[in-house]
């Protein structure tokens, strides 16, 4: 790994060199046709950067209120926005976006500083000059980019690269010996304002790197980084492989804990389905028993008429308009036959033609009901 590093960097210093000649020696750019809206920005010093300038004419000063009116196909207003651009963020994409709008025509030339001049004006940076350089010429908002850019701009810079405003935040930017280095900028009338994002700098990522540093080097080991490469001793990267020893430990029980969660979740609703399908039943249940079996049930009704249908079978009680009903009908049914018999009679009927009358059904009944009169009128 330390081996590919190494190259690496010796492909990019051979390519800074290169570039620096003027041309593009970069094989991916050079796959890029000239004409391509894709083409990323040129360099300061190149031949494409000398015909831009060589373009137009620059004898006479533009104000902001020109500089407003300026139309699309004429001479283009050239703002100059510089910075060390380490690690670039969104923050530096949001700045140069802002410097590219500032007009309606803009060619945005971007100082970038080199590592020299950074390390000894602020401090170490995390990305060499080359990665930087090609950081900002990869935005797309960049129409040229200076390299080793100044850093305090001089009217000297701003004359050799036909610069007609600066953008930058508002904020007093201190140096050595100066409190603003963009005062005389901002005096002469060539300092446009920029807003700058919040929340968001090189400086705050390099606090989140170093906040969460272990995280970042267990990260990169996982990854095929040796401890040599990081830097990490054999006492740190010994602590580091328990440290994800413990962590996939954590990891199954945490696992195990979770699916034990939903087996228990799972089996709480699979109880609380089945109690309340046994509850609604057992309703069903009570409800068909009480139908049966309550006091205003099914079998309490038949239990009831039935006791009172055997109370009549066994002492009927017949009110008087049955009983005056069954008199009127024995009377009618009697005169009836009696006149049967005389008719009989009268024909001439033999003795044993009326007794045999008298033992048929008929007179039977007729004898049945006699005796009922009789009897009833004797009591």
């Not at 690269?161 to 060539?190: C, E, M, Q, R, W």
């Not at 005056?324 to 009696?338: G, L, N």
Request: charged residues 30%; glycine residues 6%.
């Amino acid at each position: 790994m330390s081996d590919k590093m190494a190259a690496a960097r010796s492909k990019r210093k051979f390519d800074q060199v290169s570039e620096e000649a003027g041309g593009y020696s970069d094989p991916v750019i050079k796959k890029l046709t000239r004409n391509s809206s894709c083409m990323p920005a040129i360099f300061d010093g190149t031949p494409e950067s000398e015909q831009e300038k060589e373009r137009w004419d620059f004898s006479h000063p533009i104000s902001k209120d020109q500089a407003e009116t300026m139309p699309k196909d004429g001479r283009p207003v050239r703002v100059y926005a510089d910075g060390i651009f380490d690690l670039f963020h969104a923050g530096h994409a949001r700045a140069l976006m802002q410097a590219k709008n500032v007009f309606p025509h803009v060619y945005l030339l971007v100082g970038v500083c080199s590592d020299e001049l950074t390390h000894r004006c602020k401090g170490h940076t995390v990305l060499n000059e080359w990665e930087r350089y090609e950081g900002v010429r990869h935005c797309r908002y960049v129409d040229e980019v200076i390299r080793d850019a100044p850093w305090v701009v001089t009217p000297e810079y701003l004359e050799k690269h036909k610069i007609d405003f600066v953008a930058h935040d508002d904020l007093p930017y201190g140096a050595s010996g100066t409190d603003d280095i963009y005062k005389d900028i901002k005096a002469a009338g060539k300092f446009v304002a920029t807003q700058r994002t919040q929340d968001i700098s090189t400086s705050d990522i390099i606090t989140r790197l170093v906040k969460n540093y272990d995280s970042y080097v267990r990260r990169n080991l996982a990854r095929g980084y040796s401890p040599k490469d990081l830097n990490v001793g054999f006492y740190k990267y010994s602590k580091f492989r328990v440290q994800d020893k413990v962590d996939r430990v954590k990891k199954r029980v945490k696992s195990v804990e979770n699916k034990s969660k939903e087996f228990v979740s799972m089996v709480e609703g699979k109880s609380m389905e089945m109690f309340n399908k046994w509850e609604e039943r057992s309703r069903e249940l009570v409800g068909s028993f009480l139908d049966m079996f309550g006091l205003e049930g099914t079998l309490s009704k038949m239990v009831r008429d039935s006791t009172d249908y055997l109370k009549k079978a066994v002492s009927p009680v017949a009110s008087s308009e049955e009983s005056s009903d069954d008199e009127d009908y024995v009377v009618e049914y009697v005169e009836h036959t009696e006149e049967e018999a005389r008719g009989a009679l009268a024909a001439g009927t033999s003795t044993e033609s009326s007794e045999s009358m008298r033992r048929s059904p008929i007179g039977f009944r007729r004898k049945s009901l006699k005796e009922t009169l009789t009897n009833g009128g004797s009591q």
